[in-house]
C-alpha cells in the first residue's frame, strides 16, 4: 500500500533508512578489523597456492574418485557459500588450493584429513623429554604395567580439557597449535639425504606409516608399553590421517604434554550431523559442540554409561584434542562439546572442519607460493570507472527527461551504493565474500535495475497527470500503481539470481550473489527512501512547478484533454 499522505510519514521511513546505514557503518568500524576496505578476490589481488600431494598406506596413486571426493571436501571447507574467490583444482595426482591474500596457514590448514574419532582413554603419562629410547621388551611404561581405567591420572572437571599429569613441564606462556593450523608430517624440511635401501619417496611414506601402525597400534601389551615409553611428541606423526580406529592408539595430546593408550574407536566422526562453535560463557573458554546422528547418538550413550568417573578421548588427526572426564552417563541427547586450548578462530575451522566432513586421503604439502594477481588492479579500476560512468550516464538521463526530480533518483542511487559497499565489507568478514569482476559487474547491473524502478514510478505518475490530476495527489496514486510493477520485477530479477547461484560455479557464483543482494537492497531503498522523497516533493510549490519537475507537456495534454471532453459531451 502507498505511503500515507501525512506529513511525518516520510519522515519516519527516511529516518529508518538513516538508522539502517548508522547500524551498519556502526558494525564496520567498531566490529572485526575496524578496516572499511573489502576483500578482494584473486583475480584483482592475487593469493597464495599450496600444492597437495596424496598420501596413501600402501605408497600406491590415489584413485581419481578420492581425489575428486577430497577436492568437493576441501572447497566446501572454504567457500562453502561459493563468494569467498577462492579454487580447488585436480593437477594429476594433486590438489592446487588458491585462496585469496597472503595467508598460507589458512591453505594449509584446508587440507587438514579431520578424522574425529572418540576413544576410551586406557593410560595415560607425561611425555619423556625428548622422546626416550624405549626400555627393553617387557619393561612396564611409567607407572607400572598397563593398568585399568581405574588408575588414570586425575580428570578434570565436567567437559575440561585434560590437565598435565603430575610432575609435568608447566605449559603457561607455551605456544599451543590451533586444531585446523596444523603441519602436517611430510612439511618438516627435507633431508638431502637420499632414502635408505634406494626406496622412492612414495614407499618411505608407506614404510614409515607401516612401522608405526606396527609399534603404536599393536595389540600386544608388551609392545604397547614400549610405544608409550618411545612415544616423542615433539615430531611429525606419520600416522597422521592414517590410524586404523579399530585397533588401539598410542599417540599424544595437541599440546604434547600427555602420552595416551587409548583403545578402538567406538564413535567415527562421520557420525556428526552438525557442528558449530561457541564460548562457554560460564567457564570463560571456547567449545566445539557436537550434535550426532541416530547411530553416533546411541553409540555415545552406550560409550558414556561403560565410562562413567573414566576417561574419553576425542582424537583428531591421532592427536587429542580433549580427554574429559564423564561425570555421569548415560548421555542422552547426542549432543556434546569438545573443549581445548581453543582461541574463537581454532574453533570455529574445528567445527567448520568437521561440518563437511573428513578428506578421504591424507596430504603432504607443499611450501606457499605467491600468486600475483590475474587481472590486477588496473582491471578493477576500470570495473569501478565502468560503474561511474554508468552512474553519471543514469542520472544524466533522469535529469533530461525528469529535470530535477532526476536529482531525487541519484539521491537514491547514492543511498543505495553506501549500503551496498558497507554490506560488501560485512559480508567478507562473516561469510569470507571476497569482490571480484564478476561480483563488480552484478554491482553495475544492480544500477540499471534501481535505476528501471526510478523510470516505473515516474512513468506511473505521468499516467496519472494526463488523467487531469495535479502532481500532489499523481505522485502517492502514481506509487501505488508503481510498486506493483516493480515488486514483479524485482521477484523474477531475484529469482533468476538464486538460480543462477545454485546451478553456476565459481565467479559466476559472486556475480548472481551480488545481484540478488542488489535486487533486495533495491526494494529497500524504494520503499524507504525514493517513495518518501517524492511524497516530500509532491507537497512542495516549487517541486509542483512544470520546469521543475519536467511534467509541463503532461500537464498541457491533461488540459487539453479536459478542454475536449466538454465538446464531445455537447455534441
Given at each position: 500500500?502507498?505511503?500515507?499522505?501525512?506529513?511525518?510519514?516520510?519522515?519516519?521511513?527516511?529516518?529508518?533508512?538513516?538508522?539502517?546505514?548508522?547500524?551498519?557503518?556502526?558494525?564496520?568500524?567498531?566490529?572485526?578489523?575496524?578496516?572499511?576496505?573489502?576483500?578482494?578476490?584473486?583475480?584483482?589481488?592475487?593469493?597464495?597456492?599450496?600444492?597437495?600431494?596424496?598420501?596413501?598406506?600402501?605408497?600406491?596413486?590415489?584413485?581419481?574418485?578420492?581425489?575428486?571426493?577430497?577436492?568437493?571436501?576441501?572447497?566446501?571447507?572454504?567457500?562453502?557459500?561459493?563468494?569467498?574467490?577462492?579454487?580447488?583444482?585436480?593437477?594429476?595426482?594433486?590438489?592446487?588450493?588458491?585462496?585469496?591474500?597472503?595467508?598460507?596457514?589458512?591453505?594449509?590448514?584446508?587440507?587438514?584429513?579431520?578424522?574425529?574419532?572418540?576413544?576410551?582413554?586406557?593410560?595415560?603419562?607425561?611425555?619423556?623429554?625428548?622422546?626416550?629410547?624405549?626400555?627393553?621388551?617387557?619393561?612396564?611404561?611409567?607407572?607400572?604395567?598397563?593398568?585399568?581405567?581405574?588408575?588414570?591420572?586425575?580428570?578434570?572437571?565436567?567437559?575440561?580439557?585434560?590437565?598435565?599429569?603430575?610432575?609435568?613441564?608447566?605449559?603457561?606462556?607455551?605456544?599451543?597449535?590451533?586444531?585446523?593450523?596444523?603441519?602436517?608430517?611430510?612439511?618438516?624440511?627435507?633431508?638431502?639425504?637420499?632414502?635408505?635401501?634406494?626406496?622412492?619417496?612414495?614407499?618411505?611414506?608407506?614404510?614409515?606409516?607401516?612401522?608405526?601402525?606396527?609399534?603404536?597400534?599393536?595389540?600386544?601389551?608388551?609392545?604397547?608399553?614400549?610405544?608409550?615409553?618411545?612415544?616423542?611428541?615433539?615430531?611429525?606423526?606419520?600416522?597422521?590421517?592414517?590410524?586404523?580406529?579399530?585397533?588401539?592408539?598410542?599417540?599424544?595430546?595437541?599440546?604434547?604434554?600427555?602420552?595416551?593408550?587409548?583403545?578402538?574407536?567406538?564413535?567415527?566422526?562421520?557420525?556428526?550431523?552438525?557442528?558449530?562453535?561457541?564460548?562457554?560463557?560460564?567457564?570463560?573458554?571456547?567449545?566445539?559442540?557436537?550434535?550426532?546422528?541416530?547411530?553416533?547418538?546411541?553409540?555415545?550413550?552406550?560409550?558414556?554409561?561403560?565410562?562413567?568417573?573414566?576417561?574419553?578421548?576425542?582424537?583428531?588427526?591421532?592427536?587429542?584434542?580433549?580427554?574429559?572426564?564423564?561425570?555421569?552417563?548415560?548421555?542422552?541427547?547426542?549432543?556434546?562439546?569438545?573443549?581445548?586450548?581453543?582461541?574463537?578462530?581454532?574453533?570455529?575451522?574445528?567445527?567448520?572442519?568437521?561440518?563437511?566432513?573428513?578428506?578421504?586421503?591424507?596430504?603432504?604439502?607443499?611450501?606457499?607460493?605467491?600468486?600475483?594477481?590475474?587481472?590486477?588492479?588496473?582491471?578493477?579500476?576500470?570495473?569501478?570507472?565502468?560503474?561511474?560512468?554508468?552512474?553519471?550516464?543514469?542520472l544524466l538521463y533522469c535529469l533530461l527527461v525528469y529535470r530535477m526530480l532526476g536529482l531525487l533518483a541519484g539521491f537514491s542511487l547514492i543511498a543505495a551504493g553506501v549500503a551496498v559497499y558497507g554490506i560488501i565489507v560485512l559480508l567478507g568478514r562473516w561469510i569470507g565474500f571476497t569482490l571480484d569482476l564478476a561480483g563488480i559487474a552484478g554491482l553495475i547491473i544492480g544500477i540499471g535495475l534501481t535505476a528501471d524502478s526510478f523510470v516505473v514510478f515516474f512513468e506511473r505518475i505521468k499516467d496519472e497527470m494526463r488523467e487531469g490530476r495535479s502532481f500532489r495527489s499523481a505522485v502517492p496514486r502514481g506509487w501505488q500503481r508503481a510498486q506493483r510493477t516493480n515488486l514483479s520485477g524485482k521477484t523474477v530479477s531475484l529469482i533468476a539470481s538464486v538460480v543462477l547461484y545454485l546451478l553456476a560455479a565459481g565467479q559466476v557464483k559472486g556475480f548472481a550473489f551480488t545481484l540478488g543482494v542488489t535486487t533486495v537492497l533495491d526494494v529497500i531503498v524504494l520503499y524507504l527512501v525514493t517513495a518518501p522523497l517524492l511524497m516530500l516533493a509532491s507537497r512542495s510549490p516549487f517541486w509542483a512547478k512544470p520546469s521543475v519537475n519536467g511534467l509541463g507537456s503532461v500537464q498541457q495534454i491533461a488540459r487539453e484533454?479536459?478542454?475536449?471532453?466538454?465538446?464531445?459531451?455537447?455534441?
Amino acid at each position: 500500500m502507498p505511503p500515507s499522505q501525512g506529513s511525518a510519514h516520510p519522515f519516519r521511513l527516511l529516518g529508518v533508512y538513516a538508522a539502517l546505514l548508522a547500524v551498519i557503518y556502526a558494525l564496520v568500524f567498531f566490529t572485526g578489523d575496524h578496516s572499511p576496505s573489502a576483500k578482494l578476490g584473486i583475480d584483482l589481488q592475487g593469493g597464495t597456492r599450496v600444492t597437495l600431494t596424496a598420501r596413501t598406506p600402501d605408497g600406491n596413486k590415489p584413485s581419481q574418485d578420492s581425489l575428486k571426493k577430497a577436492q568437493e571436501i576441501i572447497d566446501a571447507r572454504v567457500n562453502g557459500l561459493g563468494v569467498a574467490g577462492s579454487e580447488v583444482v585436480i593437477d594429476g595426482d594433486n590438489l592446487v588450493i588458491t585462496v585469496p591474500g597472503d595467508d598460507s596457514q589458512q591453505a594449509r590448514a584446508l587440507a587438514t584429513t579431520a578424522k574425529l574419532y572418540i576413544r576410551p582413554v586406557l593410560f595415560a603419562t607425561e611425555p619423556q623429554a625428548g622422546g626416550a629410547a624405549p626400555p627393553a621388551t617387557g619393561t612396564a611404561p611409567p607407572g607400572g604395567t598397563t593398568p585399568p581405567a581405574a588408575t588414570e591420572t586425575p580428570a578434570p572437571a565436567p567437559g575440561e580439557a585434560t590437565p598435565p599429569a603430575e610432575g609435568a613441564p608447566p605449559t603457561e606462556g607455551a605456544t599451543t597449535p590451533a586444531p585446523q593450523s596444523r603441519v602436517f608430517p611430510a612439511q618438516a624440511p627435507p633431508t638431502p639425504t637420499p632414502p635408505p635401501g634406494g626406496l622412492t619417496t612414495q614407499q618411505q611414506q608407506a614404510k614409515e606409516i607401516a612401522d608405526a601402525k606396527a609399534l603404536r597400534q599393536s595389540t600386544d601389551q608388551q609392545v604397547q608399553q614400549v610405544a608409550v615409553a618411545a612415544m616423542d611428541c615433539t615430531k611429525p606423526d606419520p600416522l597422521t590421517g592414517n590410524d586404523d580406529p579399530a585397533l588401539p592408539l598410542v599417540t599424544c595430546s595437541q599440546d604434547g604434554t600427555e602420552v595416551f593408550l587409548l583403545g578402538p574407536s567406538r564413535i567415527d566422526g562421520q557420525e556428526i550431523a552438525d557442528a558449530t562453535s561457541g564460548l562457554n560463557s560460564q567457564q570463560a573458554r571456547h567449545e566445539v559442540n557436537l550434535e550426532f546422528k541416530s547411530a553416533g547418538a546411541d553409540a555415545w550413550s552406550k560409550l558414556t554409561g561403560e565410562y562413567v568417573n573414566k576417561r574419553v578421548a576425542f582424537v583428531l588427526d591421532t592427536k587429542v584434542v580433549s580427554a574429559p572426564q564423564v561425570q555421569q552417563g548415560p548421555q542422552l541427547g547426542g549432543r556434546t562439546s569438545i573443549s581445548g586450548s581453543f582461541t574463537a578462530d581454532s574453533a570455529d575451522e574445528l567445527a567448520n572442519t568437521l561440518k563437511y566432513g573428513s578428506l578421504p586421503l591424507s596430504f603432504q604439502t607443499s611450501e606457499a607460493e605467491t600468486v600475483s594477481a590475474t587481472l590486477g588492479l588496473s582491471s578493477l579500476k576500470a570495473g569501478l570507472l565502468a560503474g561511474a560512468v554508468g552512474l553519471i550516464a543514469v542520472l544524466l538521463y533522469c535529469l533530461l527527461v525528469y529535470r530535477m526530480l532526476g536529482l531525487l533518483a541519484g539521491f537514491s542511487l547514492i543511498a543505495a551504493g553506501v549500503a551496498v559497499y558497507g554490506i560488501i565489507v560485512l559480508l567478507g568478514r562473516w561469510i569470507g565474500f571476497t569482490l571480484d569482476l564478476a561480483g563488480i559487474a552484478g554491482l553495475i547491473i544492480g544500477i540499471g535495475l534501481t535505476a528501471d524502478s526510478f523510470v516505473v514510478f515516474f512513468e506511473r505518475i505521468k499516467d496519472e497527470m494526463r488523467e487531469g490530476r495535479s502532481f500532489r495527489s499523481a505522485v502517492p496514486r502514481g506509487w501505488q500503481r508503481a510498486q506493483r510493477t516493480n515488486l514483479s520485477g524485482k521477484t523474477v530479477s531475484l529469482i533468476a539470481s538464486v538460480v543462477l547461484y545454485l546451478l553456476a560455479a565459481g565467479q559466476v557464483k559472486g556475480f548472481a550473489f551480488t545481484l540478488g543482494v542488489t535486487t533486495v537492497l533495491d526494494v529497500i531503498v524504494l520503499y524507504l527512501v525514493t517513495a518518501p522523497l517524492l511524497m516530500l516533493a509532491s507537497r512542495s510549490p516549487f517541486w509542483a512547478k512544470p520546469s521543475v519537475n519536467g511534467l509541463g507537456s503532461v500537464q498541457q495534454i491533461a488540459r487539453e484533454r479536459g478542454q475536449a471532453r466538454p465538446k464531445e459531451m455537447s455534441r
